[in-house]
């Protein structure tokens, strides 16, 4: 999926990897924009023009930006985005042609074919490491004796081939009934291959279908955030944490009756003593509460932007959920009843200088 391969290219920046407002354009585009500039046909800021006025073309029509639209995209006055438009036409790689489509008279449409056939020919050479002189190949366009090779929309690409998973972890995602889920799964496995083993890979597989929330974000977000946050060895990791926590809960009583949990009894004890503190006493602990939570909530939120890239928002807050659930699971414990909460656990870790100052008062 589109949006899952530029969610990992671009470091998960919402803005870029949305899947919204791109052109597509070949690895070799910037090295082509160089030539033009080192050959002199075009001086640097004529070529960001040049393939500024490409971004508007969308299909096998002409683009037609206006000079005032590419004037306040480029913080220039129109006569100068007029005059850097001459320039262009004047290498003829960019056509003028208004009015070629019938009603159309627009005076600022480009044929731009001239552009994209030196592209063309440019790449061809490139990828085939045919020695070229670029001024050559230019001036061979213009002339029109040489063209880029066509194809015909039907033409396929032959995908590479895929590295064959183990058999193990064939079997196990075999066993994913969701086909999309399945998918989702494989390419997070592969992404992560190199540096996962192959017992944390399976592990995360039903990790992730037994953690998921339809309710804050996508199952592709899910997984993406699981896979990259994983460790090896966290199976063993996770199924102490579990043994621990069940252990905690149940006691070690052998018997029908049920063991009120420590932290029940302790929040009891503490309702009994906050109703018998006098109103102001309870007013200055309600209020330093309410302050440690707000500086506890602003610290979270600034270091995970800081160090994930991510915004807090996004995927409805799933990944900064996760961001935290990973963290809570490494504090030692009673930490979060010594300071009043996980979170504050969590914020004490991250900026241990505010440890003595930020607890809440029970």
């Not at 396929?156 to 075999?174: G, Q, R, S």
């Not at 699981?226 to 199976?235: R, V």
């Not at 799933?318 to 010594?338: A, Q």
């Amino acid at each position: 999926m589109l949006n899952t391969k530029l969610h990992a290219q671009y470091d998960g920046i919402k803005v870029l990897s949305n899947g919204k407002h791109f052109t597509v354009n070949p690895t070799e585009i910037y090295l082509f924009q160089s030539e033009l500039v080192e050959n002199k046909i075009m001086s640097a800021q004529r070529v960001f023009t040049a393939c500024h006025i490409l971004t508007f073309k969308h299909d096998e029509k002409n683009p037609f930006p206006s000079n005032e639209t590419l004037a306040s995209h480029f913080k220039k006055s129109v006569r100068a985005i007029a005059a850097s438009v001459s320039d262009i036409l004047k290498t003829g790689l960019f056509i003028n042609e208004k009015g070629k489509y019938g009603t159309d008279k627009r005076k600022n449409t480009y044929n731009v074919t001239p552009f994209l056939n030196l592209l063309g020919v440019f790449v061809e050479h490139f990828r085939e490491g045919k020695a070229y002189d670029f001024k050559e190949l230019y001036n061979n366009v213009i002339k029109g004796v040489l063209k880029a090779e066509r194809g015909s929309v039907e033409e396929k690409v032959e995908a590479p081939k895929l590295e064959e998973l183990p058999e193990a972890i064939t079997e196990a995602l075999n066993a994913v009934e969701n086909e999309e889920q399945r998918s989702i799964l494989e390419k997070e496995i592969r992404r992560n291959m190199n540096r996962l083993d192959e017992e944390t890979l399976i592990y995360y597989i039903s990790r992730v279908q037994e953690k998921f929330d339809s309710s804050k974000g996508t199952f592709a977000s899910a997984s993406y955030t699981f896979y990259k946050a994983a460790n090896n060895g966290d199976k063993e990791k996770h199924k102490q944490m579990d043994a621990e926590r069940y252990k905690r809960n149940t006691g070690n009583s052998k018997g029908r009756k049920e063991v009120e949990p420590e932290f029940l009894k302790e929040q009891k004890e503490a309702e009994q003593e906050y109703r018998k503190e006098c109103p102001i006493a309870q007013r200055e602990r309600q209020a330093h509460n309410a302050e440690v939570d707000r500086i506890v909530s602003e610290g979270l939120q600034k270091a995970y932007v800081a160090t994930t890239g991510l915004d807090i928002e996004e995927d409805n807050g799933f990944p900064y959920m996760m961001w935290k659930m990973e963290l809570m699971e490494k504090l030692p414990e009673g930490i979060e009843k010594e300071v009043g909460s996980s979170e504050i656990a969590i914020y004490n870790t991250i900026y241990p200088n505010s440890v003595q100052s930020h607890r809440k008062i029970v």
